[in-house]
């Protein structure tokens, strides 16, 4: 395995990087589309925890719901993405989509009808078992339209850089829209832009992967190519980070709710994106030495550490500030996780290895807003905030495995 140096380009490199890859014909009409799909993605999650517990008020309820949906978007995300592989994006995201819209629908109305919570699972489970994964479609039409450009990487830091902007505008704009209009339409608004972005995507043929059809021996063996130690412990640290993610949107929900500032809890939720989008080019501007593995451990205890102070956020200026800290730990996490997965898998299953990160972070927020859900209704929101610690532990210990099979 080649070594994991954790290298990224200098700014002035990265700058030429990215214009080549926008010059790439079509590479804005795709890119762009992506865009409100992406911000609808990343408030699907937060939106069902204001949708429940708007009409439950149980925080355990919601967590239980949000939970559902993530486990069969977790389970779902790679036969989801196989099946648009083997069929095409332009034959199988429209279906994806339309099937996804249904579920929202069956879960706003059973929600607004106060249904028994293992309807409102149901409808959730589907929702995420149809959610399709927008990031990997377009970091497919990269693949397919600069293979074996040097352009190809720069193209992969701009869909960082657009996820992590989705997740910074996401979550604020449905915390808005849920408390100061109606949880359903914070829900409703989600999915709209979901389905506009996702559509339009669907629509630009001429950047469309060629659908696979034929089953060739290298994809029969795609599966077992995926199935290696470093590789499965690199997606045990998604899967810790998931459950940090799943515990802290239930717990700053809370937080905010119990102290009367309900509208807050989307802008709360986004300062940490919001810091590690700064961070991010931060570390993006220079050279490390150190290998990437190694960086990988720091970043994840890192991660942990500079959590503490969320015990301790007695009102909304201290809590913005403690959100502030894991900020700066979870961009570099993020870029390394994407390195480490290149360097680790073959380029044939490197689309599949990047799904089985995202699936491995959204079991992780599955099980963390089942849990802290149900913590939080009896101990309050900092006991949230303490299992979101623990959850890093595990990372680290993830990452750590991660590093002896690296050998970094």
């Known amino acids: 395995m080649p070594a994991l140096t954790g290298r990224i380009r200098t700014p002035e490199t990265q700058q030429s990087g990215y214009a080549n890859a926008l010059r790439t014909p079509g590479a804005w009409k795709f890119f762009l589309a992506g865009?409100?799909?992406r911000i609808g993605i990343a408030m699907t999650g937060l939106g069902i925890v204001w949708l429940v517990h708007g009409s439950t008020g149980?925080?355990?309820?919601?967590?239980?719901?949000?939970?559902?949906?993530?486990?069969?978007?977790?389970?779902?995300?790679?036969?989801?993405?196989?099946?648009?592989?083997?069929?095409?994006?332009?034959?199988?995201?429209?279906?994806?989509?339309?099937?996804?819209?249904?579920a929202v629908a069956m879960l706003i109305g059973l929600?607004?009808?106060?249904?028994?919570?293992?309807?409102?699972?149901?409808?959730?489970?589907?929702?995420?078992?149809?959610?399709?994964?927008?990031?990997?479609?377009?970091?497919?039409?990269?693949?397919?339209?600069?293979?074996?450009?040097?352009?190809?990487?720069?193209?992969?830091?701009?869909?960082?850089?657009?996820?992590?902007?989705?997740?910074?505008?996401?979550?604020a704009l449905v915390g808005t829209v849920s408390s100061l209009v109606d949880p359903v339409a914070g829900s409703a608004l989600a999915t709209s832009?979901?389905?506009?972005?996702?559509?339009?995507?669907?629509?630009?043929?001429?950047?469309?992967?060629?659908?696979?059809?034929?089953?060739?021996?290298?994809?029969?063996?795609?599966?077992a190519r995926l199935m290696r130690p470093g590789f499965g412990a690199l997606v045990g640290t998604s899967i810790g980070v998931g459950l940090y993610f799943g515990a802290m949107q239930v717990s700053v929900t809370a937080f905010a709710v119990g102290g009367g500032m309900a509208s807050l809890a989307g802008p709360l939720y986004s300062v940490t994106s919001l810091v590690s989008i700064v961070v991010g080019l931060v570390y993006g501007a220079r050279t490390w030495r150190m290998p990437a593995p190694t960086q990988l451990v720091l970043a994840l205890g890192a991660l942990g550490l500079l959590s503490v102070p969320l015990l301790l956020a007695d009102s909304a200026?201290?809590?913005?500030?403690?959100?502030?800290?894991?900020?700066?730990?979870?961009?570099?996490?993020?870029?390394?996780?994407?390195?480490?997965a290149e360097s680790m898998v073959e380029p044939v299953v490197l689309t599949q290895a990047f799904t089985w990160l995202n699936s491995g972070s959204a079991a992780?927020?599955?099980?963390?807003?089942?849990?802290?859900?149900?913590?939080?209704?009896?101990?309050g929101p900092h006991s949230g905030f303490a299992l979101a610690i623990l959850a890093t532990a595990v990372a680290t210990a993830m990452a750590v495995t991660v590093r002896r099979n690296a050998g970094g």
């Open 35 to 37: 865009a409100p799909a």
């Open 58 to 102: 149980s925080y355990a309820a919601a967590g239980t719901v949000t939970g559902g949906f993530a486990i069969a978007e977790a389970i779902g995300g790679p036969q989801v993405a196989r099946l648009i592989d083997r069929y095409g994006q332009t034959r199988m995201l429209p279906v994806t989509l339309v099937a996804h819209a249904a």
């Open 111 to 171: 929600t607004v009808s106060s249904a028994e919570l293992w309807l409102l699972m149901v409808a959730g489970v589907l929702a995420g078992g149809s959610i399709p994964q927008i990031g990997a479609q377009t970091s497919a039409r990269w693949s397919h339209a600069l293979a074996g450009s040097p352009a190809l990487a720069s193209a992969f830091a701009l869909e960082s850089l657009l996820n992590g902007l989705a997740f910074l505008v996401g979550p």
């Open 193 to 223: 832009l979901l389905l506009a972005g996702g559509f339009a995507l669907a629509l630009q043929r001429r950047t469309a992967p060629p659908a696979r059809v034929a089953r060739t021996a290298a994809a029969a063996e795609q599966p």
């Open 317 to 340: 200026g201290t809590l913005a500030i403690a959100l502030a800290l894991p900020g700066a730990a979870l961009a570099p996490y993020m870029v390394l996780s994407a390195v480490m």
């Open 364 to 379: 992780g927020i599955a099980g963390g807003a089942a849990i802290a859900g149900r913590v939080i209704d009896q101990h």
